[in-house]
């Protein structure tokens, strides 16, 4: 049988070509593993919760067999991780310094990432309970928070509608105020809410872990009050199923959306409610609330504070940041111990040998530009997610030491986490399919890892706001620094991300802003400040550009929406170039932080070396934007493209190093191709033994089917005329 093929008797030691790789490397592995962590303490802590899960008896957690399971089979197998990782929690005490919420506490992602799988409840601790914690008063957090907790209380978060998506203002759901005694339909003490989808475009649609699992939905929906004034949309909590038997409850119906490109461990799913009764109080009060009499009443806070139902989407989107980092260090990880591996193309006309792959320049350019990305995002993602807590923290106290907090810097971090979000989820989405074209061949077997990791990962261009369709939100507060810089109003920018371009902005405005880069050589151009001025001038004048372009359509009779219709284009523009700025710039003061703390000057060199291929690799990807008015010339583009090779060279002995950095195991890895021994053709066999397909001899479809042909002589030319 196929289960009996031979691997080859090659020794179960490091594969040589990979041992002599991790001899070049410059720096201390560890060092940045460490950086990653947080502290030498948390990489051990780290190592033994993945030691953990990996070694749990019950063996739940095994994902060898994941890609011969059926969709259902996959997400009760999820489910039951899920229930034995609660299990475990409680028992080395995971929680116990968060009054019990295992989610809040600072080991969960950890063993999250260590499950190295998808876990169907995923909404209820990313949106379900930070809303609780955000939106929901005091007397509200009391009564549900343990139950969240506790697990009796699963949620999702019910916004997207089949026909309505980000367009929060689109959403037709509807949360009509019932008063009691009012004789009829959700006459209950204290009032009511009926919750109804009217139209089959309101169906709530997509929201994970709504499908099957959750027991409770935080709907979004228009609140009708007492007097039938729509107040616009407003998050209500609403019971799906029976705490007792899971059955659905009266006037709900939900269920899973079927079967996605990927992530199908999730049930995303389907609700629609038909006079679904609440009570009063399960509207989340905390920024608003409607008394018994059905009186609607905004509370009084600041421009600022009104925002904070966006906290958790912002939260989200810095988390999808931080994990676009992650799966792109992943498949850099495979895909580069691969090439170091890998050998093909003798080295010349008379020899014997192979080169690696991973020397050939091309491939090079292929993955280094990846590798570099992957932590460029991780010093991004850390500094916003830090912007973001301390701006949340600001806005739950509405204080600051007296200070007052800003919309406009409100505003900014929206429009940071949006550009960031549709950059980096872009760059992981194609360079993880880039790595694994880089593989060849084996890259398309499911045991190398890539197909589902993939095809999993494809999600988040479109989730949390699609990225063709972020920009706009990202543009559109932008230009609000264009105003106030035209108007002299700003003071409130100084304290943002975006303050970068009030300078340049200010120039151009005024006529002055023609500048260009100063580089003299190529030598010159090797200078982070100079890759840093030329982005920080292309975010400056194409967002002028947009500006202006508004302007000139609008004065030349065009109706406002059709000028910024046509303006979308170059509006996406202006959010990538945002975003280059702001991650080259976090990346090379993140290492200037970091510098001699957990990583010495070898450290900094190479991730120096890193920072300054991602500068000149996306400048050299989108040389037009710097050559069209001049900052650029001829000879600096060029000089750039030069650059971009010379750091290919500079990195290539760390290459291997720089992944191992990552520190992932094979258990988390999951791929035949990614091993850290290297051993990757005995892995790859050892897979293919395992397909239920070559469990009997001769195979399943023999006895039924290809008998007939080879036996029975159904295919037997007879000489038979046509007879149609």
């Not at 809040?104 to 209820?124: C, G, K, N, Q």
């Not at 030069?642 to 195991?665: E, K, Q, S």
Request: net charge neutral; hydrophobic share 40%.
């Amino acid at each position: 049988m196929a289960r009996n093929l031979p691997t080859g008797g090659y020794p179960l030691t490091t594969n040589s070509d990979l041992a002599n790789e991790r001899t070049k490397a410059t720096f201390d592995p560890n060092k940045i593993t460490n950086l990653f962590d947080g502290s030498p303490t948390a990489t051990i802590r780290r190592r033994q919760l993945e030691a953990l899960i990996r070694n749990d008896p019950t063996n739940i957690f095994c994902n060898e067999d994941n890609a011969y399971l059926h969709r259902t089979d996959r997400h009760v197998r999820a489910l039951a991780k899920h229930v034995r990782l609660i299990e475990l929690c409680r028992s080395i005490g995971i929680g116990s310094k968060t009054n019990g919420e295992v989610v809040l506490d600072e080991d969960w992602f950890t063993l999250l990432t260590a499950v190295a799988d998808d876990l169907p409840t995923s909404l209820h601790w990313v949106m379900f309970v930070p809303n609780i914690i955000s939106l929901c008063d005091e007397e509200q957090k009391k009564i549900w928070l343990p139950m969240c907790r506790d697990w009796r209380m699963i949620g999702c978060y019910a916004q997207t509608e089949v026909g309505h998506g980000s367009n929060v203002r689109g959403l037709e759901t509807t949360a009509t105020f019932v008063k009691e005694g009012s004789k009829g339909e959700g006459d209950i003490k204290g009032g009511s809410w009926i919750i109804n989808s009217p139209t089959l475009t309101s169906i709530k649609f997509w929201p994970g872990t709504l499908g099957r699992t959750c027991n409770h939905a935080m709907v979004i929906a228009k609140l009708i009050d007492g007097d039938g004034v729509d107040r616009g949309v407003h998050n209500f909590l609403v019971q799906t199923r029976s705490l007792q038997d899971h059955s659905l409850m009266p006037g709900v119906t939900c269920g899973d959306i079927g079967p996605k490109i990927g992530y199908n461990n999730m049930d995303n799913g389907f609700a629609k409610f038909e006079n679904v009764i609440i009570p009063r109080r399960n509207m989340a009060m905390r920024f608003a609330s409607v008394d018994d009499n059905g009186t609607y009443e905004k509370k009084t806070v600041s421009d600022a504070a009104s925002k904070i139902s966006y906290i958790t989407m912002m939260q989200v989107r810095s988390l999808i940041v931080m994990e676009a980092g992650r799966h792109l260090r992943m498949g850099t990880t495979m895909a580069i111990r691969y090439s170091a591996v890998r050998r093909q193309g003798f080295k010349s006309a008379d020899s014997k040998e192979e080169n690696q792959i991973l020397d050939y320049k091309q491939q090079q350019h292929r993955l280094f530009p990846l590798l570099a990305a992957s932590y460029c995002f991780f010093f991004t993602s850390r500094k916003v997610l830090a912007n973001l807590k301390a701006i949340e923290e600001r806005l739950m106290n509405l204080s600051d030491d007296g200070a007052t907090i800003t919309k406009t810097e409100v505003g900014d971090i929206h429009a940071t986490t949006s550009a960031l979000k549709s950059f980096c989820t872009t760059i992981a989405a194609d360079g993880i399919e880039d790595c694994r074209k880089a593989c060849g061949g084996h890259g398309f077997l499911q045991s190398s890892g890539f197909p589902e990791m993939i095809t999993s990962y494809l999600q988040s261009p479109t989730v949390e706001g699609d990225n063709q369709m972020l920009p706009m939100q990202v543009v559109k507060i932008l230009l609000k620094l264009v105003k106030d810089v035209q108007n002299g109003e700003t003071k409130d920018w100084e304290r943002t991300d975006a303050k970068y371009l009030l300078g340049p902005v200010e120039a151009m405005l005024n006529g002055t802003g023609g500048k260009t880069c100063p580089a003299a050589s190529k030598d010159a151009m090797m200078d982070a400040d100079i890759l840093l001025a030329a982005y920080q001038h292309r975010a400056a004048r194409l967002l002028v550009n947009v500006a202006q372009q508004i302007q000139a359509d609008v004065m030349d009779g065009k109706e406002f929406e059709d000028a910024w219709n046509g303006a979308l284009i170059q509006m996406g523009r202006v959010s990538r170039a945002h975003s280059a700025y702001l991650l080259f710039n976090n990346f090379v003061s993140g290492i200037k932080e970091e510098s001699d703390k957990m990583i010495g000057p070898n450290e900094v060199n190479v991730l120096n070396d890193l920072a300054l291929l991602f500068g000149f690799y996306w400048i050299e990807k989108e040389i037009g934007d710097f050559l069209e008015d001049g900052y650029l010339n001829a000879n600096q583009a060029a000089w750039t493209r030069a650059c971009t090779l010379a750091m290919l060279d500079r990195i290539r002995p760390n290459a291997v190093a720089l992944v191992d950095a990552n520190d992932f195991t094979d258990f988390k890895l999951k791929s035949a191709l990614g091993k850290y021994d290297g051993n990757v053709y005995p892995a790859i066999l050892e897979a293919s033994k395992k397909d239920p397909l070559n469990t009997t001899e001769p195979g399943p479809g023999y006895e039924k089917h290809l008998k007939r042909l080879i036996v029975d002589g159904v295919g037997v030319y007879t000489g038979t005329a046509s007879r149609l």
